[in-house]
């Protein structure tokens, strides 16, 4: 069965801190996404990667296809960062069909 | 706003009744996914569909549930004789097709009395 590990599935953070998420996966994928959603809202995509490191802002994304992980961070992590963040997966040649993690909850406190 | 439309963004219906939720892709992209969130569980993918045709529908209910993309207009879920665990968040999202990031909408919040 194709599955998609968060952790941790809650994360409080003080405001400035430095912020890690992981996502593991269990086989072969043709890419990774990074999304957002925040209480009550909807879903911002941030990352898609299938290599390497992505950076946008204070978000970074890395992966690494050997050890079948990526890491979400957040640098200089502020109170509006609180949502819950979504690992999600096109495995093999899959184009549409994402599966997603159960995401992490994070709560970043001023 | 040029990003992708969901209607309406809550829905209230009674068990039997049907549920139509629609979906307007971004400009410019041909394909749309359909994906529900049930309270406190993570999203799951329901249906993939270019215009006209459904590319994959392995995540959809084989009873009550339909898609379609038609060639003019939003993408539609249908739901018949709904129940009360058909109360969820339903996600629409759109890519130009390909390995591109896919755009998500506000969602539909689907309650069921």
């Known amino acids: 069965k194709n599955e998609v590990e968060q952790s941790p599935q809650n994360l409080t953070a003080q405001e400035g801190e430095f912020i890690t998420i992981n996502c593991s996966y269990s086989v072969g994928i043709s890419a990774l996404h990074w999304l957002q959603q925040h209480p009550g809202g909807g879903i911002v995509s941030l990352f898609m990667?299938?290599?390497g490191k992505k950076k946008h802002g204070r978000l970074i994304a890395t992966i690494n296809i050997q050890e079948k992980h990526s890491s979400l961070h957040i640098t200089a992590s502020h109170p509006r960062d609180s949502a819950v963040y979504i690992c999600?997966?096109?495995?093999?040649?899959?184009?549409?069909?994402?599966?997603f993690g159960k995401g992490t909850k994070l709560s970043v406190k001023p | 706003n040029a990003g992708v439309m969901q209607n309406p963004r809550h829905l209230v219906r009674r068990r039997g009744q049907e549920a139509r939720l629609r979906c307007s892709p971004m400009k410019g992209h041909s394909h749309v996914y359909w994906y529900r969130q049930l309270p406190e569980e993570g999203l799951k993918f329901m249906v993939y569909?270019?215009?006209?045709?459904?590319?994959?529908e392995s995540g959809m209910p084989k009873e009550r549930f339909s898609a379609e993309f038609p060639k003019e207009g939003p993408s539609i879920l249908r739901i018949q004789q709904v129940v009360r665990g058909d109360s969820a968040a339903y996600f629409c999202?759109?890519?130009?097709?390909?390995?591109?990031?896919?755009?998500f909408g506000d969602g539909t919040r689907l309650s069921i009395l």
């Open positions: 990667l299938s290599s």
């Open positions: 569909l270019q215009k006209e045709n459904i590319i994959d």
């Open positions: 999202a759109s890519s130009p097709g390909g390995f591109q990031p896919q755009h």
């Open positions: 999600a997966v096109n495995y093999g040649g899959s184009q549409g069909n994402l599966i």
